[in-house]
């Protein structure tokens, strides 16, 4: 008898409802595509296995700009934040970042709720177990992989005009902690166990990475007497520029610090051979910046005490998050070690801390489109991409989730470069610089940071997200005025003469700004670091009332508009370099000149412009000047 068994066809296939899932899935489908986002359980749905909050140095930025491209993630955390803090106020405006606690519970309902009543979308629990492609003689390749459908574990069979994987720490997971080992995904779901396989065979290189979480504990088993309490800001600022910011006004959940200390650190020490991560239990690669408590004691010996963050997982549970204290230690090490913490003397362990280790890509095998070179129409997003964090997945995942449908409409993909965004930036890192850790957002990365505020992202990148098609007119006209307002506002300002009156000299004294000699214009006060825009309110008679976003712009473009047109030369000189396009399939071997390890590198990256491969480590500025005469003399023959 002929088995049967179902056979459907859709546009795009997501693999994975993680962040990067979520984000794809609702990008491809508000572009009017037929999608169909897989998941390995309906319960997986945008869950936070491990941190509950979103944002946070640079991450914040991702956030933002997630949003302004016409992302989820930023209204998601509006709906069901429980606190909010924008953090390193004290510095300047090109490191202030927003960070929110989530309610998990409530976050996931939410994000899953828009999913659900999103048109063109299909949401379906199963396990994806083989790609299915058709291989092709192409101008670029020999063997070019096109790819055409997945088929499931049950045997089903789903036609789509492109793939976008999406597993995050699910491909053959495993959990560990001590000499436990429980060959499950996060908070105890089921693992992929079968795809990886499939992607071996396709030519995809896998790679083991691990992360980890820490124990999560009963609230009423905490003193919180002995902890400082966190609070979050009087006035919340919203992540998403389309919240209204008073529907984000709200009583807050407060969070708790507290210490480690040498008691702490001598039991790790003296357990330390009964660690998965040092005993050579676990074989996969860790993220330098989120490293386990017992990295920090054997790391940084001279400390004798390290934070620990007590944050709540949500209003209606008990459940409280140990920020600082992920741990593969065994069982009886973790409530001995955290017991020795002031406020967790009595702690009570709901779940235990455990490390993951789960199958990834370097992302060096992607195009800056987020698709596979070797595999046309098969695209990647978020950790499966050897990345870590909720903000960094869900900024691939909108991309990829975009790059996916213009690939199936037949257009040109949305690449934004490092100059204009940190999404730029991420996605560049990923796919020119071989990581063999997984990667994190940091500011420092960053180039362009003065110019890649998290306040501004809505005026760098809604162009793009309007001209995809996930912004609507209405949002962008909007947007237009805000701009135009800006702009009329800072000129003004610039041409408003101040006088040395005594109500003048007065708001200075009050401010602990120098008196005036002679007049000034009223842009030069606010250029003094004691002043701003609105403090200068009262002597400048002639102001109409504006939007706080508009304001807010004014006066960080003009405290720092030596700096900015600083940076919008030296980006200028980058966008010339990012505009010279090497074509497909060249031979660098061919060149003459360039240095073997340059041949070797440029054809193993297979940069898409000059400015990517003087980013390609092993290839010097020799290398690039060689590359730019053959490039000129290359185009002269082709023409």
């Known amino acids: 008898m002929e ?30 595509l037929e999608t169909i986002l897989f998941t390995i359980s309906m319960d997986s749905v945008a869950l936070m296995p491990c941190n509950p909050n979103v944002g946070g140095s640079s991450k914040g930025h991702l956030v933002r700009e997630i949003d302004a491209l016409g992302g989820e993630m930023g209204k998601n955390i509006d709906k069901t934040y429980i606190q909010s803090k924008m953090l390193n106020v004290s510095k300047g405006p090109a490191v202030h970042s927003l960070r929110a606690q989530a ?17 063109h979308l299909t949401l379906r629990q199963g396990e994806v177990a083989e790609l299915l492609y058709d291989t092709k003689i192409t101008d670029e390749m020999k063997d070019q992989k096109i790819i055409c459908g997945v088929r499931m574990y049950s045997g089903a069979v789903y036609h789509a005009k492109a793939v976008i994987l999406c597993t995050g720490t699910y491909l053959k997971a495993r959990c560990i902690y001590g000499d436990v080992v429980n060959y499950t ?20 290189f896998i790679r083991r990475f691990k992360t980890g979480t820490p124990a ?9 007497s002995k902890m400082t309490e966190q609070f979050g800001d009087k006035r919340v600022v919203p992540f ?30 003296d357990n330390i051979d009964r660690s998965p991560l040092y005993s050579g239990d676990i074989q996969g690669t860790g993220p330098r910046y989120c490293p386990s408590i017992e990295d920090k004691v054997v790391r940084f010996a001279d400390k004798d005490r390290h934070q620990v963050f007590i944050e709540p997982e949500g209003l209606y549970t008990n459940e409280m998050y140990l920020g600082g204290m992920s741990s593969s230690m065994p069982e009886d090490v973790q409530y001995a070690m955290y017991r020795t913490v002031p406020g967790l003397e009595n702690v009570r362990i709901v779940r235990n801390a455990y490390a993951i280790e789960y199958d990834c890509i370097s992302a060096i095998q992607l195009k800056s489109s987020l698709e596979f070179k070797k595999i046309k129409g098969l695209f990647a997003g978020g950790q499966f991409n050897g990345s870590s964090g909720y903000e960094e997945a869900a900024a691939q995942g909108i991309i990829a989730g975009i790059n996916a449908a213009l690939y199936v409409k037949g257009k040109e993909p949305l690449i934004l470069d490092r100059s204009e965004s940190y ?22 990365r960053a180039e362009y940071r003065l110019l890649l505020r998290q306040d501004n992202a809505d005026i760098r990148l809604s162009k793009y997200g309007y001209e995809v098609g996930l912004i609507s007119k209405e949002r962008y006209d909007k947007l237009q005025l805000k701009i135009k307002l800006i702009d009329e506002e800072i000129e003004r300002v610039k041409a408003v003469n101040i006088g040395t009156s005594s109500n003048v000299q007065d708001l ?31 002597i400048d008679k002639d102001r109409t ?8 712009q004014v006066n960080i473009n003009l405290k720092y508009e030596g700096y900015i047109s600083r940076q919008m030369r030296q980006v200028e000189h980058f966008k010339k370099l990012e505009k010279k396009i090497i074509p497909d399939g060249l031979d660098y071997y061919a060149i003459n000149g360039l240095r073997k390890e340059a041949m070797q590198k440029l054809d193993k990256f297979n940069p898409r412009s000059i400015g990517q491969a003087s980013r390609i480590s092993g290839v010097s500025p020799a290398d690039i000047s060689v590359l730019l005469v053959y490039l000129e003399s290359y185009r002269r023959n082709n023409n």
């Open 185 to 204: 995904g996060p908070n105890g779901l089921s693992a992929a166990n079968h795809l990886s396989d499939s992607m071996r065979d396709a030519g995809i």
């Open 423 to 444: 999404i730029g930036v991420l996605i560049d890192d990923l796919v020119t610089k071989e990581s063999f850790e997984p990667y994190r957002m940091m500011t420092s």
């Open 545 to 552: 009332e504006l939007p706080w976003d508009v304001k807010e």
């Open 240 to 269: 998403s520029f389309e919240t209204d910011p008073e529907s984000v006004q709200k009583e807050q959940v407060s969070c708790w610090l507290t210490y480690t200390n040498e008691d702490t650190h001598k039991i790790i020490k």
């Open 103 to 119: 309610d998990k519970g409530e976050y996931t309902k939410q994000m899953r709720l828009t999913l659900q009543n999103q048109e």
């Open 508 to 538: 200075l004294r009050e401010n602990g700004s120098t008196e005036l000699l002679t007049g000034v214009t009223l842009a030069e006060l606010i250029k003094r670091p004691e002043l701003s825009y609105e403090v200068l309110a009262p």
């Open 216 to 224: 999560r504990v009963d609230k009423r088993s905490v003193d919180f």
């Open 3 to 32: 088995k049967k068994y179902i056979e459907e066809e859709y546009d795009i296939i997501v693999v994975g409802a993680g962040h990067a899932g979520c984000e794809a899935a609702l990008a491809a489908s508000r572009l009017g």
